[in-house]
């Protein structure tokens, strides 16, 4: 059972830079995709960026150019870097991890973290 800890987040103005980190525990963690989704209020959740476990990286059409997503499978860790923040991207952000299709529960996610850019 993978477990996901995330931290950063907070208050930016525009243009300003973030880096949200997930934590993760209790699995093979190098083993997983990971990434990172995004949910605004009354808005469906986003898929913002996903990093596959050979480091393939894919973004929404909304970030590419200003996010970045990594992992370091020694810490087991992954990051989202955010650049050039706009006020479009106010959302809680959740990491979350891929297990696969062979589990009957291939989806964890983090607790989530509130992300604010102002204008």
């Known amino acids: 059972q993978v477990h996901l800890v995330q931290s950063g987040g907070g208050l930016v103005q525009a243009g300003g830079s973030l880096r949200l980190s997930c934590a993760a525990s209790g699995s093979i963690f190098s083993r997983f995709a990971m990434g990172w989704y995004r949910q605004a209020p009354g808005k469906q959740r986003e898929s913002v960026a996903v990093?596959?476990?050979?480091?393939?990286?894919y973004y929404g059409d909304s970030v590419k150019g200003r996010f970045t997503i990594s992992r370091d499978n020694v810490k087991n860790m992954v990051y989202l870097q955010m650049n050039n923040l706009k006020p479009e991207d106010t959302a809680v952000y959740y990491c979350?991890?891929?297990?696969?299709?062979?589990?009957?529960?291939?989806?964890?996610w983090g607790q989530g973290t509130q992300v604010t850019v102002s204008s």
């Open positions: 990093i596959t476990s050979g480091g393939s990286t």
């Open positions: 979350n991890a891929d297990r696969g299709p062979l589990v009957d529960s291939r989806y964890v």
